[in-house]
């Protein structure tokens, strides 16, 4: 009887926890808590998780729950496949996944493909995957390196009077040596083709606290700008090197991953006046006061620091996981309200993304990000990008518009770059008027 008893009440566990995974749609985190790039992948997870929490906290989409389980990466390559490889299956199988690493997301792009995964890559990461038609699996939401690179030299542009007052001006790319922070390559160098500045181009080795002969070089060349492509402690390094050698941070212009708390106040007073772009923009938000209410009130906030709540990377987190979101709501409209059975389900939604001034409003987010529409065809969906600046003690939007610049120009090497790749991997474009 004992035997029986056991049988019936293992059996009884499995079918609860079936019909418990049945109304649950599971994300694999590839995160990164350790190491060199810690600060920013704990806040910007942590953002992901508190939003998801909010998410369960009111009873899920429709009532499909929310599960995850994070995979440590410590933002090497090599680890994120591993970790992808290893939470792709689980739990019923991932219906998406956000690696947050522009050297996983290459790593990835032919697995998610083959293993029809959609990849959310917000903000970073290959920027002709915003051709849907032959990066069918690829989302670069909201804007891409290029796009942003577009934007920065229009923001230069416009300080300076106009476009033509760009001729015979330096301006130096200061970028972390790696596929990151040479993705904007094409962009800067066909706007320096365009509008005849000079580009100079200074690599920054991993992790980039030693940059003595960088502003060795800075220091000989007097640019008129330094557009500072960082991540991680590059960039406090890069703002007190500029500060000991007398560069104004007036004159220095950050990647969005160059832009947050993490990166000014360990540099003090020598971050003071310094610019980065940015498309979550500093505010107070409902939706972060939502969190910091129902999740944080609860207990089950992710930030051990809750001073960190409402901080950049914990907004950009908070802004993957209304994406993540809205894509299943929006396929769950397509396909019924329930959990969504395949991954190709998943990828509609991210393809029918529509966040107007009314739905960012009823989110609570409407400031905080863009406004932005994806389809087959452009993955993108934005290609808007704000500045803000160092107070001393904040971030302050400086830039009351968002800032589209080059968008036919960006179209343009999107496409041509995507055909070369499909042509390389003997990819056949999708027929986006067939898709529904």
């Not at 959310?120 to 069918?136: I, M």
């Not at 863009?370 to 065809?377: D, E, F, V």
């Given at each position: 009887?004992?035997?029986?008893?056991?049988?019936?009440?293992?059996a009884?566990?499995?079918?609860?926890?079936?019909?418990?995974?049945?109304?649950?749609?599971?994300?694999?985190?590839?995160?990164?808590?350790?190491?060199?790039?810690?600060?920013?992948?704990?806040?910007?997870?942590?953002?992901?998780?508190?939003?998801?929490?909010?998410?369960?906290?009111?009873?899920?989409?429709?009532?499909?729950?929310?599960?995850?389980?994070?995979?440590?990466?410590?933002?090497?390559?090599?680890?994120?496949?591993?970790?992808?490889?290893?939470?792709?299956?689980?739990?019923?199988?991932?219906?998406?996944?956000?690696?947050l690493?522009?050297g996983?997301?290459?790593?990835?792009?032919?697995?998610?493909?083959?293993?029809?995964?959609?990849?959310?890559?917000?903000?970073?990461?290959?920027?002709?995957?915003?051709?849907g038609r032959?990066?069918?699996?690829?989302?670069?939401l909201?804007?891409?390196?290029?796009?942003?690179?577009?934007?920065?030299?229009?923001?230069?542009?416009?300080?300076?009077?106009g476009?033509?007052k760009?001729?015979?001006?330096?301006?130096?790319?200061?970028?972390?040596?790696?596929?990151?922070?040479?993705?904007?390559?094409?962009?800067?160098?066909?706007y320096?083709?365009e509008y005849?500045?000079?580009?100079?181009?200074?690599?920054?080795?991993?992790?980039?606290?030693?940059?003595?002969?960088?502003?060795?070089?800075?220091?000989?060349?007097?640019?008129?700008?330094?557009?500072?492509?960082?991540?991680?402690?590059?960039?406090?390094?890069?703002?007190?090197?500029?500060?000991?050698?007398?560069?104004?941070?007036?004159?220095?212009?950050?990647?969005?991953?160059?832009?947050s708390?993490?990166?000014?106040?360990?540099?003090?007073?020598?971050?003071?006046?310094?610019?980065?772009?940015?498309?979550?923009?500093?505010?107070?938000?409902?939706?972060?006061?939502?969190?910091?209410?129902?999740?944080?009130?609860?207990?089950?906030?992710?930030?051990?620091?809750?001073?960190?709540i409402?901080?950049?990377?914990?907004?950009?987190?908070?802004?993957?996981?209304?994406?993540?979101?809205?894509?299943?709501?929006?396929?769950?409209?397509?396909?019924?309200?329930?959990?969504?059975?395949?991954?190709?389900?998943?990828?509609?939604?991210?393809?029918?993304?529509?966040?107007?001034?009314?739905?960012?409003?009823?989110?609570g987010?409407?400031?905080?990000?863009?406004?932005?529409?994806?389809?087959?065809?452009?993955?993108?969906?934005?290609?808007?990008?704000?500045?803000?600046?160092?107070?001393?003690?904040?971030?302050?939007?400086?830039?009351?518009?968002?800032?589209?610049?080059?968008?036919?120009?960006?179209?343009?090497?999107?496409?041509?770059?995507?055909?070369?790749?499909?042509?390389?991997?003997?990819?056949?474009?999708?027929?986006?008027?067939?898709?529904?």
């Amino acid at each position: 009887m004992k035997f029986i008893h056991k049988t019936l009440l293992a059996a009884t566990f499995a079918m609860a926890a079936t019909a418990a995974s049945a109304q649950e749609q599971f994300i694999p985190l590839i995160s990164y808590r350790v190491g060199p790039y810690a600060d920013g992948g704990s806040g910007f997870f942590g953002g992901v998780i508190d939003y998801l929490n909010l998410v369960n906290a009111s009873g899920g989409i429709n009532g499909v729950k929310l599960t995850w389980e994070e995979c440590e990466s410590e933002y090497n390559p090599t680890r994120g496949v591993e970790c992808y490889e290893r939470l792709k299956k689980a739990h019923g199988g991932a219906s998406l996944v956000e690696p947050l690493s522009t050297g996983i997301a290459y790593g990835l792009i032919d697995r998610v493909a083959q293993d029809k995964i959609p990849m959310e890559t917000l903000g970073y990461g290959r920027s002709d995957s915003a051709d849907g038609r032959v990066f069918p699996w690829v989302f670069p939401l909201i804007t891409s390196y290029w796009s942003q690179a577009a934007d920065m030299i229009k923001y230069l542009a416009d300080k300076e009077g106009g476009t033509a007052k760009l001729k015979g001006k330096k301006i130096v790319h200061l970028y972390h040596d790696s596929a990151f922070g040479k993705e904007p390559f094409p962009v800067f160098e066909a706007y320096a083709r365009e509008y005849g500045f000079e580009l100079i181009k200074i690599p920054v080795p991993h992790p980039g606290n030693e940059q003595q002969s960088q502003w060795l070089q800075i220091r000989q060349a007097k640019p008129d700008y330094v557009i500072l492509w960082g991540w991680g402690v590059m960039n406090p390094t890069a703002i007190k090197a500029a500060q000991r050698n007398g560069y104004p941070r007036e004159k220095m212009l950050g990647v969005w991953w160059a832009g947050s708390e993490e990166h000014v106040i360990p540099a003090g007073d020598a971050a003071k006046g310094y610019s980065a772009m940015a498309f979550p923009t500093p505010g107070n938000y409902p939706v972060i006061e939502e969190i910091r209410k129902k999740v944080y009130g609860a207990g089950k906030g992710n930030l051990d620091d809750k001073g960190r709540i409402g901080s950049v990377y914990h907004m950009r987190g908070v802004v993957s996981g209304i994406l993540m979101v809205e894509a299943i709501r929006k396929a769950q409209e397509k396909y019924g309200k329930g959990k969504l059975m395949s991954s190709e389900q998943v990828r509609w939604g991210f393809e029918n993304l529509n966040f107007d001034e009314a739905r960012l409003k009823a989110l609570g987010a409407f400031g905080m990000m863009p406004p932005m529409k994806t389809s087959c065809l452009d993955h993108e969906g934005s290609g808007a990008a704000k500045v803000q600046r160092w107070d001393g003690k904040a971030w302050k939007v400086v830039t009351p518009d968002w800032i589209v610049g080059g968008r036919d120009m960006i179209r343009k090497m999107v496409e041509e770059s995507a055909a070369k790749y499909a042509a390389e991997k003997k990819i056949t474009p999708r027929d986006c008027s067939k898709e529904g």
